[in-house]
């Protein structure tokens, strides 16, 4: 009978500890370099690498990603259908959302992009609603006050709207268009795969608005976002979060 009891213990402590991981639904959508759609190769980008580096420090939670179209992510995350999203700020339409926010662990900013010409510098980057401006469908800029209405964009900056920096930054050497609007990490990435694309492109010096990364957690799930900031807090400090901005050309510090 003895035997018995400690045979039994011993198999309750065994499935005890060897508990399946708490699956984390992350919701994410298509915008390079965080996250890229390739096809048979599946999804890819910073969002994609840093979840992979999330799940391999821990084997408490298992982070799961959802992908969603940009303009709806609000209102799927308001259904329910995820409840952690990276690469995000409060400051970008969840103000009014009963969402936690992270330490902000990635910092960046979004500059213009122009055609070199001659006589054209810098100051070609001081007015905006006489250019055609291109940019992501969905999204906050700085010089249009973050109102990020379609029909307001279209009509004072004849806007070209589209779901993909790539097909944006393609037009505009083309010469479709006349400021691509672009994350600097984008940017990084693009020319380190495309070098002889400097010399056609004249880039700000100023910045559209300046990033400050967050991951946006649902009050009250698990991992919370104390457990979130500790997560983060041991890639930044065993150098993995340095290696993973090392990858596409960043420099954080």
Not at 149 to 156: M, N, P, T
Not at 163 to 170: S, Y
């Amino acid at each position: 009978m003895k035997l018995l009891f400690f045979t039994l213990a011993a198999i309750f402590s065994n499935t005890l500890f060897a508990a399946d991981p708490i699956k984390v639904a992350v919701g994410m959508y298509p915008f390079a370099p965080f996250v890229e759609h390739k096809g048979s190769s599946g999804d890819v980008g910073m969002t994609v690498d840093l979840i992979t580096a999330l799940n391999k420090i821990q084997k408490k939670y298992r982070f799961e990603t959802i992908l969603i179209p940009p303009k709806r992510r609000y209102q799927s995350y308001k259904d329910g259908h995820y409840d952690v999203i990276f690469y995000e700020s409060r400051t970008w339409g969840w103000q009014d959302i009963d969402i936690d926010a992270s330490t902000i662990y990635q910092t960046g900013g979004e500059v213009y992009v122009a055609l070199k010409q001659p006589g054209r510098g810098q100051e070609y980057f001081e007015k905006f609603d006489d250019k055609q401006m291109m940019g992501i469908l969905g999204f906050h800029y700085g010089f249009a006050d973050f109102n990020a209405d379609e029909e307001f964009l279209i009509k004072k900056f004849h806007m070209l709207l589209s779901h993909d920096n790539d097909k944006n930054l393609n037009m505009l050497l083309r010469g479709r268009g006349d400021v691509v609007v672009v994350t600097k990490a984008y940017l990084h990435r693009f020319l380190l795969n495309y070098p002889a694309a400097k010399e056609k492109l004249l880039i700000s010096e100023k910045l559209d608005q300046e990033y400050n990364h967050t991951v946006l957690v649902r009050p009250g799930i698990k991992p919370s976002v104390v457990e979130i900031n500790h997560m983060l807090e041991i890639l930044d400090t065993s150098g993995a979060l340095d290696e993973l901005l090392k990858k596409y050309g960043i420099s954080q510090h």
